[in-house]
Nanobody, 115 residues
Framework: VQLVESGGGLVQPGGSLRLSCVAS????????MRWYRRTPGKEREWVAGITPVGGFTNYHDSVKGRFTISRDSAENTLYLQMNSLKPEDTAVYYC?????????WGQGTQVTVSS
């Protein structure tokens, strides 16, 4: 199992980014997939999740209405569309999968929101 994130970068407040997490070794649509983020000195924080059946989504209150989690079965990829970005969204973002009771993490991608 491998997860590889990309799409991070530097963006001005109010801007948008789309993060990608390409999965290999399992099918993303068959397992719970989540995005987390971590800022220096803080614990890793859950951001959003999507269920395998039905594709139901849920979000941390701080990103509701601004972020959208989705997946593409053909590409076996998880996405996080981030709009109306704020400086407090600055963090390293990680995708997460629980496959057969084992938790997997990607290497992370840095998102910096600054003017």
């Amino acid at each position: 199992v491998q997860l590889v994130e990309s799409g991070g970068g530097l963006v001005q407040p109010g801007g948008s980014l789309r993060l990608s997490c390409v999965a290999s070794g399992f099918t993303v649509s068959r397992y719970v997939m989540r995005w987390y983020r971590r800022t220096p000195g803080k614990e890793r924080e859950w951001v959003a999740g999507i269920t395998p059946v039905g594709g139901f989504t849920n979000y941390h209150d701080s990103v509701k209405g601004r972020f959208t989690i989705s997946r593409d079965s053909a590409e076996n990829t998880l996405y996080l569309q981030m709009n109306s970005l704020k400086p407090e969204d600055t963090a390293v973002y990680y995708c997460n999968a629980q496959v057969h009771s084992t938790t997997y993490w990607g290497q992370g991608t840095q998102v910096t929101v600054s003017s």
